[in-house]
């Protein structure tokens, strides 16, 4: 069984800085995909910023120069390093990784549960 935690998230002024992570446990061969979304009450969700196995990265646009994507092959994690936080950045936070479990099983989508993030003064 395959988990995927997030944490990090809280409240913030404008300006600030946040840094989520999320770390994948259980069952894994190797992860290919690991993205963060975002959703607000009301709202789809959509993609803050995601990261392939080789490093390669995309990031949405309202978020490109103030948000970073990283990951740690060695310890399964994943992070958002989120500066120069605006209010409209307040969501809920949400990690999505694409799995593989075992050497012949099929990739598989994983979510995390989630994490608010908050930016008031």
């Known amino acids: 069984q395959v988990q995927l935690v997030e944490s990090g998230g809280g409240l913030v002024q404008p300006g600030g800085s946040l840094r989520l992570s999320c770390a994948a446990s259980?069952?894994?061969?190797?992860?290919?995909?690991m993205t963060w979304y975002r959703q607000t009450p009301g709202k789809e969700r959509e993609l803050v910023a995601e990261?392939?196995?080789?490093?390669?990265?995309n990031y949405a646009d309202s978020v490109k120069g103030r948000f970073t994507i990283s990951r740690d092959n060695a310890k399964n994690t994943v992070y958002l390093q989120m500066n120069s936080l605006k209010r409209e950045d307040t969501a809920v936070y949400y990690c999505?990784?694409?799995?593989?479990?075992?050497?012949?099983?099929?990739?598989?989508?994983?979510w995390g549960q989630g994490t608010q993030v908050t930016v008031s003064s």
């Open positions: 259980g069952s894994i061969f190797s992860i290919n995909r």
């Open positions: 999505n990784a694409v799995i593989q479990d075992g050497i012949w099983g099929p990739q598989r989508s994983y």
């Open positions: 990261i392939t196995s080789s490093g390669g990265t």
